[in-house]
């Protein structure tokens, strides 16, 4: 990855189907700690989208805005759902090599994911 890598992160309030907000930082721990501040629950990164160029990582962060808006609390929070878990499923099937379409085809037979 490049040293001026930037992240499209998911980071959920709380447990299970807590609020997710959608945003891109160049530190996500850094952006976490700073979130955590101002928050009374504990808060968790889901999972993050490595991007090369802050523009590129902007658009994409408006884009999954978009593509949630049905879910939109307020700025960049989003209600937990099934909708947004499914995006997770998929970047972390991507990150171990495993193409989601496939394990739907065959109905997750032979693949666990925690």
Not at 61 to 90: A, C, D, P, Q
Request: glycine fraction near 8%; proline fraction near 2%; charge should be positive.
């Amino acid at each position: 990855m490049g040293i001026n890598m930037v992240f499209v992160y998911f980071i959920r309030c709380g447990q299970r189907r807590g609020a997710i907000k959608i945003g891109h930082a160049s530190n996500v721990e850094r952006r976490l700690l700073e979130l955590q501040v101002g928050n009374p629950e504990k808060l968790h990164v889901l999972a993050t989208i490595p991007i090369e160029s802050k523009k590129q990582a902007h658009n994409i962060e408006r884009w999954m805005h978009y593509r949630f808006k049905r879910l939109h609390i307020r700025g960049e929070w989003f209600r937990g759902s099934l909708k947004l878990k499914t995006v997770f499923t998929n970047l972390e099937l991507a990150k171990n090599g495993v193409d989601y379409d496939d394990v739907c085809a065959n109905k997750g037979k032979g693949y666990h994911m925690d």
